[in-house]
């Protein structure tokens, strides 16, 4: 799909030149041949100084590039990574198969090896096309022709941007596809093709069947697949990448969730529900591709939560895989129970610190919006390192409280240790109290509520339709920087 190349093009071969320019300057000098009319254009009012905006510009002969794009970077005083990163939201396929990026006039006073990073995964992300089911197909192909005056080798920039990149796109065909096209044994069968993709001798992969899960007495997880024809899948990955404890990344994995038997009355877009799943196998992928030096551990609980005769009902108690006993409140409240023996297990396979990805309540939603990823922990020095991640990534994250009153409200059962719900206040926070329940001495903890970020029906500028790969890119920097 994309192909970067640096230097690599003859400076003026004909394809479109993509040319950096901001809001207070009154004219751009890209060539001599070409200044009086670009200082004409800006004399005349006819560029466009809105941020991200495109201004086509054809150069009728007077220069090689047919076409000249100039792309508005917004204020030059406030301008950083993540402005940057905005302005190139039209930058993609539509501009043209091949396009010559102009590096330098895209960065500003910015370090130019950052600069090449973002603009490898901005555009990467922003040339995204989910046409798979569609009988007409998108070209999305581009090759990107980097071009720099600076005598600098940026090799390794790119691959890490671009293999950040293909991760995140990744994840999002994971979650816009649909349920009839990815189950439980589906995910299954792509993480074993990621692996083998990977080829890597320090990854490890074992899927458990449905008798295996039981052998483990993943009672909690196994609860939630009780209606379902298909299949459950625990899918545990490993990466021994260097030294220090495992990292352990848990994912939500409902492929569908229709509430169970506590049934939802909308359940559109619920097959997003599996988007904590995609996130920890992109990270991993991203991880593996750039050999970040960490020991991780991926571990997905994948099944739907589905109907029929043998399903969970309310008042149910069922035992989850630590022994704790769980009295089911509402079958929808089923993520958290899946989640419950992930975390087990991914501690009982050694993860001294464990982080989980979840769209695990509407509470959230309502809380955050569907802009701002909730964080729950157990560790401030984990929660602050989390958090200048998720700056650096230019993802926005809010810290949530757990307190005493919500952990009371989870134990509160007449006839078990847990209730999985516990009614609406503090929806979001109860849903990280009973996780906590789960989380043993001396383990450090993270719990990501992306409930509202995954998945974007209503896009504002910049964003696309579906799938966002939401945290990804945060959870990636946490990781990377575990050893910077
Ligand atoms: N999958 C939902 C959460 C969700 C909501 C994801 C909106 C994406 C968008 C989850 O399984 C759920 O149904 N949670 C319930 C919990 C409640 C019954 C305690 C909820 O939030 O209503
Ligand atoms: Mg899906
Ligand atoms: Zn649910």
Redesign the pocket.
């Known amino acids: 799909m994309l192909q970067v190349l640096i230097n690599k093009r003859e400076k003026d071969n004909k394809n479109p030149l993509v040319y950096g320019f901001f809001e207070e300057q009154s004219s751009v000098l890209i060539d001599d041949a070409l200044n009086e009319e670009i200082i004409d254009l800006f004399n005349n009012g006819f560029i466009d100084k809105k941020l991200g905006a495109v201004n086509k510009i054809y150069s009728l002969g007077k220069l090689k590039n047919n076409v000249v794009y100039l792309v508005c970077l917004g204020k030059l005083t406030t301008f950083n990574l993540d402005q940057l990163e905005k302005a190139l939201m039209n930058v993609n396929y539509k501009l043209g198969s091949e396009l010559n990026i102009n590096l330098d006039s895209l960065a500003g006073n910015l370090d130019l090896s950052e600069v090449v990073k973002r603009v490898v995964t901005a555009i990467g992300y922003y040339n995204y096309v989910f046409d798979e089911l569609q009988s007409k197909k998108v070209n999305n192909e581009l090759t990107l022709n980097l071009i720099t005056n600076k005598q600098l080798d940026f090799t390794k920039e790119v691959e890490e941007a671009f293999n950040l990149v293909t991760a995140l796109n990744n994840v999002r065909d994971l979650v816009n596809k649909p349920y009839n096209h990815l189950n439980a044994v589906e995910l299954a069968e792509y993480a074993e093709n990621l692996v083998d993709e990977l080829d890597n001798k320090k990854v490890g992969l074992k899927i458990y069947n449905k008798k295996e899960i039981e052998e483990l007495e993943m009672h909690a997880f196994l609860g939630v697949n009780k209606g379902s024809k298909t299949e459950p899948r625990l899918i545990h990955l490993t990466y021994n990448g260097g030294k220090g404890e495992y990292v352990g990344l848990v994912g939500k994995g409902?492929m569908f969730?229709t509430?169970g038997y506590?049934i939802?009355t909308n359940m559109l877009?619920?097959k997003?529900?599996m988007a904590g799943a995609a996130t920890v196998l992109g990270v991993f992928e991203a991880v593996v591709k750039n050999e970040l030096p960490i020991n991780l551990q991926v571990v997905v609980c994948a099944t739907d939560?589905k109907i029929n005769g043998s399903a969970l009902v309310p008042d149910d108690v069922i035992t989850a895989m630590n022994k704790l006993t769980i009295e089911i409140k509402?079958t929808?409240?089923?993520?958290r129970l899946t989640l419950a023996d992930a975390l087990t297990f991914t501690q009982q396979q050694g993860a001294k610190e464990v982080i989980d990805i979840a769209?695990?309540?509407?509470?959230i939603?309502v809380a955050l919006g569907s802009d701002v990823t909730g964080l729950f922990g157990n560790d401030q020095e984990m929660i602050n390192n989390f958090l200048k991640a998720s700056k650096e990534a230019n993802e926005e994250v809010w810290h949530m409280p757990i307190n005493d009153s919500i952990r009371k409200k989870v134990r509160d059962s007449k006839v078990a240790d847990l209730l999985?719900?516990t009614g609406r206040e503090m929806?979001a926070s109860?849903?990280a109290a009973f996780l906590e329940a789960f989380v043993e001495e001396g383990t450090k903890w993270l719990h990501l509520d992306i409930?509202?970020t995954?998945?974007t029906t209503s896009p504002a500028n910049g964003q696309f339709y579906g799938a966002t790969a939401a945290t990804v890119k945060s959870l990636y920097t946490y990781l990377k920087n575990k050893n910077a």
Do not use: I, P, Y
């Open positions: 409902v969730d509430g506590s939802k877009n619920m997003c529900d939560n509402s929808d409240a089923e993520g769209t695990l309540t509407g509470a939603v999985n719900s929806g109860s849903a409930a509202g995954a998945f």
